[in-house]
């Protein structure tokens, strides 16, 4: 089966607590500059290849930690200065280093390549075209190459909305850098809690989640007539010949965030009678609340675990909102 020619992940921004700037550029093999300015919120920097990577830091808000920003030409810098070590860049081992010092993606991007001659602009374009795909998205645009003001050709293709959490282009990578060849990339930005999901999943499960996160953007079907709902046909053979077994990762990140305060708003409402009526037949004792967890944790399913996930992410970002949520609430211990 043929995959995907290259994999590979092109942007990477990640938030760091509890770590100085100094200590981030130790971490890395480069010559960094001092900048009296930053960018979002943050009011200093350092910037090293001209800017292809960036530390920022000194943010306006308290206790907002320091940001790294690597675009892809960074990325593929780091490849090159571990090459030159007689050293391989593992770009997973290196995420999974950033994430046990407790740092959380903002944005990162998945490129996947291929070269496969059967796999071509129009071909996309006709799915695109007959609506022969499954997404979320609200729309798709061409990606128009202007030169003094007239349209040349249509470069790629964008699915969704660039200010969304998720974001693809399709386009002619071989076009682009203008070389001879055939060269297709299928190219997924992933940002805020999205982001955070994909750096977990893939630090854990490698590439093939990776992948299965740009079938979360977009899943192209074969084309048909006969049957109209779109989800229930076949996935496109191009497109399956590329992605291989790779599962589609299931966006869980913004319905748990959604359904979490509703679930305690229902057990605070609900069930906090019964909580209190359990507690003061054992005697105060909550052991009875331990044993259901514990009974949870040996039969949840993997579609509880992505939840918890998720759910973990969300206190993340609400936690002052829902400081406790997820506690043993303390009045019904009397």
Not at 103 to 117: E, G, H, K, L, Q
Not at 153 to 160: A, T
Not at 177 to 194: A, S, T, Y
Not at 207 to 235: K, M, P, Q
């Amino acid at each position: 089966m043929e995959l995907f020619a290259e994999r590979q992940i092109d942007y990477v921004r990640a938030t760091i607590k509890n770590y100085t700037p100094e200590e981030i550029i130790s971490m890395l093999p480069f010559e960094f500059s001092y900048r009296d300015w930053g960018r979002w919120t943050y009011r200093q920097s350092y910037v090293s290849l001209g800017g292809e990577v960036s530390i920022f830091f000194d943010g306006v808000h308290t206790d907002q930690g320091i940001c790294l920003d690597i675009p892809g030409s960074g990325l593929r810098a780091l490849e090159a200065a571990a090459l030159a070590k007689g050293e391989k860049f593992d770009i997973r081992e290196w995420l999974g280093k950033l994430a046990r010092m407790g740092a959380r993606a903002s944005r990162i991007d998945v490129a996947c390549d291929t070269s496969n001659p059967l796999v071509t602009m129009a071909l996309v374009r006709h799915h695109l075209e007959q609506d022969a795909y499954v997404s979320r998205a609200q729309s798709w645009r061409p990606m128009e190459c202007h030169r003094r003001g007239q349209v040349v050709e249509v470069q790629g293709f964008e699915i969704g909305g660039r200010k969304s959490e998720s974001y693809m282009r399709i386009y002619d990578k071989a076009l682009e850098q203008k070389v001879e060849g055939h060269l297709i990339r299928f190219e997924g930005e992933f940002k805020g809690k999205k982001a955070a999901r994909l750096m977990e999943i893939f630090v854990k499960e490698g590439w093939d989640a990776a992948v299965g996160c740009l079938r979360s953007i977009i899943d192209f079907t074969e084309v048909s007539d006969e049957d109209e709902n779109v989800s229930r046909r076949d996935r496109a053979s191009w497109w399956e010949l590329l992605i291989g077994a790779s599962k589609h990762v299931v966006d869980v990140a913004k319905t748990t965030s959604n359904n979490l305060s509703k679930t305690y708003a229902w057990i605070e409402r609900q069930c906090k009678g019964a909580f209190w009526a359990l507690t003061e037949a054992s005697g105060g004792s909550v052991d009875w609340f331990y044993s259901l967890l514990r009974d949870g944790t040996a039969k949840h399913s993997d579609k509880m675990s992505m939840m918890a996930q998720a759910a973990k992410l969300f206190l993340f970002d609400n936690q002052f909102r829902y400081q406790g949520a997820l506690e043993v609430p303390t009045a019904c211990i009397t």
